[in-house]
């Protein structure tokens, strides 16, 4: 599955294909949250992206964990970092600018897990997955306590996965991997100081939002449904924003179809129906299938 999202927003566009007794994902390169479908046809679709909550950026900078002392910097790394962490967050394109250069000239500061993080959320809001995965391959090799950076990365790697490339597999264990260990260390994090107690509420469910989806749609590219609806529950009820992530409840529809929970997969349909986004008319039809189905077989018990 590969994600399309519109340059400055949060949206993706999603193909996920049910076929008879099988999941066909199909996503062109993209991130995700929001998209479009088609359902119950063996042929793939291209949609426009719609629009999404720009307050779901990734919140990688105030979470890391470690603490180690950075070797000293020069008044003129000083004045480069300042430049990057005063450019409003406003001018992605800029952002990018400055703390690329700042890497390239700087490349062993002690600022720049900073600028990986930056960069992280920058390459995510501009649709740049190649250079996200590597700024934050980057960052987990110096912060291996870096959740909300591998949040990111689980979610967009599971989200633009292509099963065709030589390293899907290994991309896919990449994704479980990073998944699981943001979901483990996101507990654990003390709160910075900079944050009041409910903005790092926020970041944490944030964080486990993209964690928990990204490790549900891994478990559902490998045909694991019943490992998936647990994960894509729980990236739902971390969600804290007033509009939550339609693909999550989308595919939890999915896994539900695909574990016989025909109800549960009617009601995952219809909340993400109720979002606004380019999923919106294929929930609707996936919701109408899965009570349909229910009427004439039965379901799993739950």
């Known amino acids: ?52 909550d720009k307050d779901k ?12 002392p950075p070797p000293a910097s020069s008044p003129e790394e000083d004045a480069a970092y300042k430049a990057v962490v005063d450019t409003p967050q406003t001018d992605a394109a800029k952002r990018i600018q400055l703390a690329e250069a700042f890497l390239q000239k700087y490349p062993t500061s002690r600022y720049r897990a900073t600028m990986y993080q ?14 996200l995965l590597d700024a934050a391959d980057k960052e987990v090799q110096l912060n291996p306590n870096d959740a909300p950076v591998m949040a990111v990365a689980a979610q967009t790697i599971a989200r633009s996965y ?5 390293d899907a597999a290994q991309n896919l264990d990449k994704a479980e991997q990073y998944s699981k260990r943001a ?23 944030d964080t486990l939002e993209m964690a928990h989806g990204g490790l549900g ?3 559902l590219r490998r045909a694991k449904y019943a490992e998936a609806v647990p994960e894509l529950e729980a ?9 939550p992530d339609p693909v999550n409840f989308y595919l ?38 899965a009570k349909k189905q229910g009427a004439t077989q039965l379901s799993a018990p739950k």
Do not use: W
Request: proline share 8%.
């Open 57 to 68: 950026q990734p919140t990688a900078a105030p979470l890391s964990m470690d603490t180690a």
């Open 162 to 166: 292509d099963a065709k490339s030589p």
């Open 252 to 289: 939890l529809g999915v896994a539900d179809m695909h574990t016989s929970h025909f109800d549960a997969a009617t009601v995952a349909f219809n909340k993400c129906a109720e979002i606004q986004s380019s999923l919106q008319n294929n929930c609707k039809a996936s919701a109408d299938a």
């Open 183 to 205: 979901i483990e260390i996101t507990p654990t994090l003390p709160k910075p100081a900079n944050l009041t107690d409910d903005a790092f509420t926020v970041a944490k469910n």
């Open 217 to 219: 749609l891994v478990y």
């Open 118 to 131: 930056t960069l992280v959320s920058e390459y995510f809001a501009t649709q740049q997955v190649p250079k």
């Open 235 to 243: 990236a739902i009820k971390s969600n804290t924003h007033p509009q």
């Open 1 to 52: 599955m590969a994600t399309k999202m519109t340059p400055g927003t949060n949206a993706a566009r999603l193909a996920i294909l049910v076929c008879g007794g099988s999941v066909i994902f199909a996503l062109t390169p993209n991130l995700a949250r929001g998209g479009q479908a088609a359902q119950g046809q063996p042929t793939q679709q291209q949609q426009t992206p719609a629009p999404a």
